[in-house]
């Protein structure tokens, strides 16, 4: 046994940057060079310690079993601190069901060292333990064999603090680039799903391809948009457009352009929003409204990265990245013939879902706390936090209608009518279908169920209409100024 050589090949062989790579090429050396059948190492304290490799002969992972090792033995050495020789008997863990199993029963010689010392309370302790065992037929563990082992563990030990300093150190600089990547986003969610949803929005910032993105109405999917573009290199604008709030007639040219003349009161050239997203990005927002003809045209952009604005019979190039969105199943629209169906397997291919909030119900009370600082630093109140009752019921909510939005305007909406200047309570709080007193003044009840009944079909309706006001409008059959004053009557944002 020399022990700088084995030394010199688990450096060498191990990665250095790796505590677990360096642990097991340790344990593979001590069990080839002292003829062990196993060897094990395990860090933590006396009853509270964990195993973290288990190798037998030539480099062979074990899968360990805690009922195959003697534990008094371990936790005596995490104790003591000292090493400990004995002879013990060991019952494979699947023998130990059979009526039979005395006779599976083995004699082992056993060592255990202690490998990793610190200090808790001021005092030192054994935080880490080599444990080896090999066949009755070979001699005991002898001094020099022992001296070896815990020689080897002494040479590495510093390495493999360093490598523990390490890792801690890697795993700390990338939750720091989480962090930065998700403040960038500017977005707020601890969920597994929406932290899937950052890495791949992270991933698609790099890359110039179209992406649709979907979900609910509120879950903010123009949040993701803005979020590929800051996180990009794009030097170009972002520029939003919602297809449902621009009419059939004058979208062709919002989108594209016009040449002068081209039509009655184009009196001069003017350019398109692809046109004018140059080098960025073009935000199409609730896609599924866009007329069918203006649809053969977006796919024809996508395909050839070109325009053709109104009046022109020659095409422009444009860079200008394409993000979409909508609330619909496009599939079904397809099925039913209202989208087109080479412009969706065009956009499928790369898309994006966001979750709805009543699926990530863990991200509503960091949210809570996100707006009480937005509306505290946009309203000037000092507000520090919502009252039991309050919380309790902004937990338990659906949010159905509106996801992150209608919680962001019922938390606003609380702090604007809250009489108290600490606590958000609940008495402010209009969730869906409720009524309050705040919204107008009537002089009986039958005057208020009435506003209350508006209150709602004017937010179905918007709803139903992607949260387009001119769509929902025309819906209901409204004149506009009696639309806005109703808005305002109800508190409608």
Wanted: net charge positive.
């Amino acid at each position: 046994m020399d022990r700088f050589q084995t030394f010199h090949n688990i450096i060498t062989k191990a990665n250095v940057a790796s505590r677990h790579d360096i642990i097991t090429r340790y344990i593979d050396s001590v069990v080839s060079d002292l003829r062990c059948d196993r060897g094990m190492f395990f860090s933590g304290s006396a009853g509270k310690h964990r195993c973290e490799s288990a190798q037998g002969p030539r480099g062979v992972k074990l899968e360990f079993s805690p009922k195959e090792v003697p534990t008094d033995l371990l936790n005596k050495c995490f104790n003591t601190g000292s090493v400990i020789t004995e002879r013990i008997p060991i019952v494979p863990e699947s023998a130990k069901a059979s009526t039979s199993s005395w006779g599976r029963i083995k004699i082992k010689h056993i060592l255990v060292i202690p490998a990793f010392a610190g200090k808790r309370d001021g005092k030192p302790v054994t935080t880490g333990i080599v444990y080896l065992e090999r066949s009755l037929k070979l001699p005991s563990f002898q001094e020099r064999e022992i001296l070896f082992a815990r020689y080897l563990i002494r040479d590495i030990s510093h390495l493999i603090q360093s490598s523990a300093v390490y890792e801690a150190q890697t795993y700390q600089i990338h939750q720091l680039k989480e962090e930065v990547v998700q403040k960038r986003i500017g977005m707020v969610s601890d969920h597994p799903s929406m932290l899937k949803l950052f890495r791949k929005i992270n991933k698609l910032a790099k890359v110039p391809s179209t992406v649709l993105i979907t979900g609910e109405s509120g879950t903010g999917k123009e949040l993701v948009a803005r979020a590929i573009y800051n996180l990009s290199e794009l030097r170009g604008p972002f520029i939003s457009i919602n297809c449902g709030g621009i009419e059939p007639n004058l979208m062709k040219s919002e989108l594209f352009g016009h040449k002068k003349g081209s039509f009655t009161g184009a009196q001069s050239d003017r350019d398109g929003l692809f046109k004018k997203a140059e080098g960025g990005i073009l935000f199409l927002d609730e896609l599924a409204e866009m007329p069918m003809d203006i649809q053969v045209l977006l796919l024809r952009t996508l395909q050839l990265g070109e325009i053709l604005p109104v009046g022109s019979d020659l095409p422009e190039i444009v860079h200008t990245r394409v993000v979409a969105a909508t609330h619909r199943d496009l599939r079904e629209m397809v099925e039913k013939g209202t989208f087109r169906n080479d412009l969706y397997q065009r956009l499928k291919g790369i898309s994006l879902e966001v979750p709805p909030l009543r699926k990530r119900k863990t991200d509503i009370e960091p949210l809570m706390h996100f707006f009480l600082d937005k509306y505290n630093n946009k309203l000037g109140t000092n507000f520090k936090n919502f009252s039991a009752k309050a919380k309790e019921k902004l937990l338990l909510y659906d949010y159905e209608q509106g996801n992150v939005r209608e919680l962001e305007h019922l938390i606003e909406r609380a702090m604007v009518f809250e009489d108290d200047t600490i606590e958000v309570g609940i008495d402010n709080l209009l969730f869906e279908g409720e009524s309050t007193h705040h919204v107008g003044k009537f002089n009986s009840p039958f005057e208020e169920r009435m506003a209350a009944f508006g209150r709602k079909l004017i937010l179905d309706a918007i709803a139903k209409s992607g949260e387009n006001k001119t769509k929902a409008m025309k819906s209901l059959g409204l004149p506009r100024t009696t639309f806005y004053s109703l808005l305002h009557k109800y508190n409608i944002k």
